[in-house]
Every structure is written in C-alpha cells, then in structure tokens.
C-alpha cells in the first residue's frame, strides 16, 4: 500500500482513527499484528477501505504516517479541448439522458468558448449523428459496427478510450445508467484520469475548471469536485437531472467516423436477454407525481396518495422513510437512493425534504407541498405551499378537482 504507518513512530494513541473519514484505521494490539516495541502496545493498521485522502497523515502529531503514492498529471493539459458527451443507445434509439447532457454539454461548452462533441457508439445508428446535432453538438464522432450490436463492455470502452486519446477532449460526460456506470468507471481507470459518480450540478469555475457536484458523506454535504490535474474530467449524471435542449433543425456539424482497435477482442458473450419484469412502476418517465413521505402514517395513508394520483393522471412516489417502513415498494422511491425524477408536476405530501429526497425531484417543473409544519425544508424548494393536514387537503383538492371534470 502506499500508504504506510512507522512502527517505531506510532503511539496507537487513536487521533488518526478518529480523523479517517471512511473507518479505514483501526488500533490493534501490537502483539497481534507482530510489530512489537519496547514501549508502545498499540498501532495503528490501514485497512484496504483507505483512500488516500492523507487526513489521518496531517492529524498525527508524531508523523507515523506518509502517503508515498506519487501524483500523476496528465502532460499536455494544454491541447485538451471541448465537451463530450458519450452517447447511450438502447438497440438504435437514443437514451434520452444524452440529450439531457447535451444541453448540459452545450451550456458548459459555451462557457469553455469551445466546441460541443458526442460519441455515437453501437449497431446501426449512425443516421443518428443528425438527431445529435440538432439537440447541440457540433461534432458527432460515430463508431458504426457490427460487434457492437450487443452492449459489451470491453469493445465500447476500447472504442472510446482510442477516440478520446486521439481527439483529446478537455471535459466527457455520460448517463449515470446501467451502462453508463458500467464503462466510466473504466474509462477512467484506462485513461489514469478523475470520475465523479452521480453528479447533481455541473458548472465551469473561474480557473475554467469543471465543478462537479454531488451528494457526499451519506448525503449531509454536496461536496464540489475538480480534477483540477488529470484529463479528461469526467462525470457521471443521472437519467432527468438535465432538461433537453428544444432542437433545432437548422443547426450543422461535422461527423467524423472512427473504428474500433484491430486487435479487439470480446471477453464477453451474451447469450440472451431476460426481460426484468419486477420493475413495474417507472415513475421516471412520469409526467405527474403525488408522493407520499412519513406524514401519511402507514400503508393505508398511501391509499389518499392513490386515489389523488389517479385524479390528477399521475404515478406514486414516495420518501425513504415511506419505503423503509414497508407502506410502499422500493420501486416508487424518489431521491438519492432511489430514481430522480423530472414530472411537469411533482406533490409531495406529508415529506420534510430532506436533501437526499430533494436532489431526485428539485428540477421537476411545478412543486407543490402539502405538510402541516409550516417550516418543513420542502417550502423552500416549493412552487406551491400548502400548510395543512394532507387528510383533510387532499380530499378537497380531489373534491375540486371532480367538479372541474363534470
Ligand atoms: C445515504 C442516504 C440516502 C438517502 N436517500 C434517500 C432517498 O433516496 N429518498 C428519500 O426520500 N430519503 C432518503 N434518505 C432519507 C432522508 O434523509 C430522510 O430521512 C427522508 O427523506 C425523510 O422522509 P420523510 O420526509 O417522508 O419523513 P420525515 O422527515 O419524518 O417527514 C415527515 C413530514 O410529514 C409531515 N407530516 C406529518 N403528518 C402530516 C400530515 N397529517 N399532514 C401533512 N404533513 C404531515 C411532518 O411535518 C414532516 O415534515 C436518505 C438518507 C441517507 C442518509
């Protein structure tokens, strides 16, 4: 590891325990972990958990810990330009996250005073190449093969690792998707550079570096992280946190093809494809949402929440704590560890708004609150308030709602 505790130095004193942020330190008998000393009985001992992160070497007062890894920077950051976004095709439609980032992409090329590029990667899809430039991009780098009819993951991030190596893009973006997680990961890995997982804000700050933001430490901060030395920067974003630009059919670009490495070859063969049945409800797609938190008190509160969706035409949703306490599947969680939603109309009935419920439901266009605490943290991100008990105001928003109808 490159990390290292001195054995002569270490007290096992505790201080740098307490300081690691992710319980990778443990103090342990000296006996047990055969480092003796004459003095000392405890030491200190560095679990794999370690991220290097170098808190516990700042917070021990006798410098018994060094981190000896070397920071490796990219050489020429210099000749890294524009914006990718990393297409995801699901047979040979477009993702719709990738039109989202697009419009993320374009935002944050604009800023950067550089170009917008997509790489567009699969089976049949390059009369896509359009679609892509006239939801942004300037250039669309197309990767058409037939060994790409299946996702596999080793050809697509061959595939794109060889195209960002050539084009050297400053800033590459994907869907925080099944896929999407699948190959950033190693993209990242290969290229020796930065990733930053589920971000929920994106921006460019004034050294011209790209902000990522993201839930951290359980969700209690929204930490902002640059890669400031390596590229590209790459963030993942989730499917709905991003609105699509409105296309433009008059816009032009450039399509440039490229091929996948000669010497590729698949370590993976998929056999078939099973179709996941369990996921009934996908309240992402969603255009109206009534969800139903704590406040509704048990699974027969969540028949209110019913029967106020199906008036409004719209899907259940739900807080973390509704969903732990088994009043209502998984499935139907909105937040951080559930889905991020983006309806035109989100109610959210008897939820404080806690941040980890928030990041999946803020940008929806239209929020309205129901909640009898008239300081509940779901006002502030509101469109609407009501400040009521959610048994008495929705019966008589579903009242209303009727006559309207008739
Ligand atoms: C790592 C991590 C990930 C998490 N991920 C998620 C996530 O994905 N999604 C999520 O939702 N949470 C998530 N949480 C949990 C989150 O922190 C909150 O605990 C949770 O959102 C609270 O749910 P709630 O608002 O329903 O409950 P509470 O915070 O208990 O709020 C209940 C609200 O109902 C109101 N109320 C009570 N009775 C009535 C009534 N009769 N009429 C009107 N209002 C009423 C109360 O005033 C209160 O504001 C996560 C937490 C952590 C640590």
Redesign the pocket.
């Given at each position: 590891m490159p990390i290292k505790v001195d054995s002569s130095k270490c007290t096992g004193c505790g201080l740098c325990e307490k300081s690691c942020p992710f319980g990778a330190i443990s103090i342990e008998d000296r006996a047990k972990a055969n480092k003796p000393h004459p003095k000392f009985k405890k030491i200190a001992v560095i679990s794999s958990a370690c991220t290097l992160c170098g808190a516990c070497v700042d917070v021990c007062p006798f410098g018994a810990i060094s981190v000896t890894a070397e920071k490796k920077e990219t050489d020429d950051i210099a000749l890294y330009k524009g914006v990718w976004v990393i297409a995801e095709t699901e047979g040979d439609e477009i993702h719709s996250v990738t039109f989202e980032l697009l419009a993320k992409g374009r935002e944050l090329a604009d800023k950067r005073k550089t170009y917008l590029g997509c790489v567009l990667i699969g089976f049949g899809i390059r009369q896509k190449a359009e679609e892509i430039i006239s939801s942004g991009a300037d250039k669309v780098f197309v990767c058409d093969n037939k060994a790409l009819e299946v996702f596999v993951d080793n050809a697509y991030v061959e595939g794109i690792c060889g195209i960002i190596k050539k084009e050297k893009p400053e800033i590459v973006l994907l869907g925080a998707t099944a896929i999407g997680r699948a190959i950033a990961s190693r993209i990242s890995g290969r290229l020796k550079t930065g990733l930053t997982a589920d971000c929920t804000g994106l921006d460019i700050d004034h050294q011209g570096l790209l902000v990522q933001t993201r839930p951290a430490f359980?969700?209690n901060i929204m930490a902002e992280i640059l890669t400031a030395y390596n590229r590209p920067q790459m963030a993942t974003v989730r499917h709905k946190v991003f609105k699509p630009l409105s296309k433009d059919l008059s816009k032009r670009g450039e399509v440039i093809e490229f091929g996948l490495p000669e010497n590729l070859k698949l370590q993976t063969k998929v056999k078939k494809f099973v179709e996941d049945v369990t996921q009934k409800v996908n309240i992402a797609d969603a255009d109206i949402i009534v969800s139903g938190?704590?406040?509704v008190?048990g699974p027969d509160g969540f028949k209110v929440i019913e029967e106020f969706a199906s008036a409004l035409g719209g899907a259940v949703g739900a807080?973390?704590?509704?969903v732990d306490s088994g009043w209502i599947p998984y499935s139907h969680?909105?937040?951080?560890?559930?889905r991020t939603v983006c309806p035109k109309l989100y109610v959210a009935?008897?939820?404080?708004?806690?941040?980890?419920?928030l990041v999946?439901m803020q940008s929806s266009d239209v929020i309205v609150a129901?909640?009898?605490?008239p300081s509940?943290a779901?006002f502030k991100v509101a469109t609407f308030g009501i400040v009521?008990?959610?048994?008495e105001a929705i019966p008589a928003i579903i009242g209303e709602i009727k006559k309207i109808r008739s």
């Amino acid at each position: 590891m490159p990390i290292k505790v001195d054995s002569s130095k270490c007290t096992g004193c505790g201080l740098c325990e307490k300081s690691c942020p992710f319980g990778a330190i443990s103090i342990e008998d000296r006996a047990k972990a055969n480092k003796p000393h004459p003095k000392f009985k405890k030491i200190a001992v560095i679990s794999s958990a370690c991220t290097l992160c170098g808190a516990c070497v700042d917070v021990c007062p006798f410098g018994a810990i060094s981190v000896t890894a070397e920071k490796k920077e990219t050489d020429d950051i210099a000749l890294y330009k524009g914006v990718w976004v990393i297409a995801e095709t699901e047979g040979d439609e477009i993702h719709s996250v990738t039109f989202e980032l697009l419009a993320k992409g374009r935002e944050l090329a604009d800023k950067r005073k550089t170009y917008l590029g997509c790489v567009l990667i699969g089976f049949g899809i390059r009369q896509k190449a359009e679609e892509i430039i006239s939801s942004g991009a300037d250039k669309v780098f197309v990767c058409d093969n037939k060994a790409l009819e299946v996702f596999v993951d080793n050809a697509y991030v061959e595939g794109i690792c060889g195209i960002i190596k050539k084009e050297k893009p400053e800033i590459v973006l994907l869907g925080a998707t099944a896929i999407g997680r699948a190959i950033a990961s190693r993209i990242s890995g290969r290229l020796k550079t930065g990733l930053t997982a589920d971000c929920t804000g994106l921006d460019i700050d004034h050294q011209g570096l790209l902000v990522q933001t993201r839930p951290a430490f359980g969700g209690n901060i929204m930490a902002e992280i640059l890669t400031a030395y390596n590229r590209p920067q790459m963030a993942t974003v989730r499917h709905k946190v991003f609105k699509p630009l409105s296309k433009d059919l008059s816009k032009r670009g450039e399509v440039i093809e490229f091929g996948l490495p000669e010497n590729l070859k698949l370590q993976t063969k998929v056999k078939k494809f099973v179709e996941d049945v369990t996921q009934k409800v996908n309240i992402a797609d969603a255009d109206i949402i009534v969800s139903g938190g704590r406040g509704v008190g048990g699974p027969d509160g969540f028949k209110v929440i019913e029967e106020f969706a199906s008036a409004l035409g719209g899907a259940v949703g739900a807080s973390r704590a509704a969903v732990d306490s088994g009043w209502i599947p998984y499935s139907h969680q909105v937040g951080q560890t559930g889905r991020t939603v983006c309806p035109k109309l989100y109610v959210a009935c008897g939820i404080s708004g806690a941040i980890q419920h928030l990041v999946g439901m803020q940008s929806s266009d239209v929020i309205v609150a129901i909640n009898k605490d008239p300081s509940a943290a779901i006002f502030k991100v509101a469109t609407f308030g009501i400040v009521a008990d959610l048994f008495e105001a929705i019966p008589a928003i579903i009242g209303e709602i009727k006559k309207i109808r008739s």
